[in-house]
């Protein structure tokens, strides 16, 4: 009799706590912080990592059905805070170069290690258990881009070397134009914001090394270039070299493969000048010893101020020369393609 009424009394306790379902809204990320866009994984990494790892340590949780049923769901969900906590995968943006490294070390131990992911989870979700080929392209691909993040770290440190006051000049030492570079930047950098009027354009591409072959990761670019109506326009907050580039500028990093991408608005000639449209270039190649300094600028094909050389050089080597072809897209984004060799 006594054991009837204890099941009755859990049976309305279990009934009872289904009022309070998890909240399973999915917190927004911000894509250019996310791992897959910062540091341009491998597809079979990326495959490999959202299977094991990103239930818990993203943005992008997949609930389980039985996450409805409670007390299972709370104790889901509060892994999921709790592993987000920790370590926040569509958050990698925001860290230093230095701490993105150690993370990813760290990842690699505990893969090794076999303590993540989580046994409790691994009982329910057997295809998240890691092969040991798995685990080996994990652990080689999170060692080797620490230690390409760290050569980056080593790059801003240099950046931040360079004395800010001898920079208020249009013919600053290149260094001028790395400094107040975020510590990580994207491969694909996104130049003027929505609200800046122009024609939108992207411009993509690989820089390779100078035998033209090799792919070139990690090397560091910085653009800027004029409005819609040819001005370097400022936002008034500008300081040291921004106060000659003005606010259309940005940086970014080449990715594993050596590609990047620019969106941007299409740039304009000087007011009442025969001077062509242009991007203004800098490079610096990964390397303790290296400086940064000016590529030629890049250029558009249709451009009627171009000089006949300069056209020839664009029907010459199509996606190879700095004078870069724009086509319009299907939703009338002008598109075009540049491959870089540098080191001559
Ligand atoms: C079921 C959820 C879950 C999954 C899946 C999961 N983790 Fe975790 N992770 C957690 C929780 C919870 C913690 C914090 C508690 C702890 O350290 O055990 C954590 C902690 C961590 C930490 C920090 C631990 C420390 O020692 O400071 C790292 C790094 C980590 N996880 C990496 C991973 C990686 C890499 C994967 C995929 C291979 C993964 N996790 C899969 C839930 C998960």
Known sequence: MKTKWILLALAAVLAGIQAFPINRELPRSQASEEF????NPPDE???IMKHACYDCHSNNTRYPWYARIQPVGWWIHNHVLEGRRELNFSEFGRW???????????CA???EKGSMPLGSYLRMHPEARLDETQKLLLFEWWKKRAGELETNAVMVRQVTAA????????DANPRCCFISMPGSPASRIVIAPDDEPGKRMVISGQIFKSDGKTPYPNVLMYLYHTNEKGIYARKGNETGIRRWHGHLHGWLRTDTEGRYEIRSIRPASYPDTKINAH???VVWEPGDRKEPYFIEDFLFA???FLKPAERESARKNPGKSPV???RANAEGVLEGKRDISLGY
Do not use: S
Request: net charge negative; with cysteine.
């Open 36 to 39: 897959h866009v910062t540091e």
């Open 45 to 47: 990494i990326m495959k």
């Open 96 to 106: 230093r170069a230095e701490d993105q490294a150690d993370i990813l070390r760290h």
């Open 109 to 111: 131990k505990l893969v």
């Open 163 to 170: 004395a800010p006051d001898t920079c208020d000049d249009n």
């Open 279 to 281: 991007i203004h270039a």
């Open 302 to 304: 249709d451009d009627p």
């Open 324 to 326: 870069v072809t724009l």
